[in-house]
């Protein structure tokens, strides 16, 4: 609120209706009194449905495990995993010591929705 009117007293009266804490004085605030009339009222509404700009392609737990066999022998060690191993992570047939999952598709959404209101009701 706009303040019309701000004045600093520093009298015995006020010392006397509000105390000690009233000894240093006190801030009177006078606001703008109210109009007569009706209320000017707004509603403002947005939705919107918003996706992902660009979608990105990973490699999966088969590929992963191919390409780190394929580092390991580049530099002359042992590879990782066996084939078996990799056609485990390739057939997902065991799942559990072989994931293959595609997190960006189990845990995120493909779209958001955002909806956004507001209401303002004015006196003036």
Do not use: H
């Not at 700009?53 to 580049?74: C, F, P, T, V």
């Not at 995993?81 to 047939?93: C, D, I």
Request: aromatic fraction near 12%.
């Amino acid at each position: 609120m706009k303040s019309k009117v701000c004045l600093y007293l520093r009298m015995l009266r006020q010392l006397l209706f509000n105390g000690v804490k009233g000894a240093n004085g006190v801030i009177l605030i006078n606001t703008k009194r109210g109009k007569q009339g009706k209320p000017q009222v707004s509603f403002r509404t947005e939705s919107a449905i918003l996706s992902s700009l660009a979608e990105r392609n990973y490699i999966d737990g088969y590929e992963y495990a191919s390409l780190m066999n394929e580092g390991l022998a580049n530099v002359g060690k042992a590879p990782r995993w066996s084939n078996e191993e990799l056609e485990k992570f390739r057939t997902g047939s065991d799942p559990y010591l072989y994931p293959n999952v595609d997190w960006i598709d189990k845990v995120l959404n493909k779209k958001f929705i955002s909806d956004n209101k507001q209401f303002e009701c004015n006196w003036r």
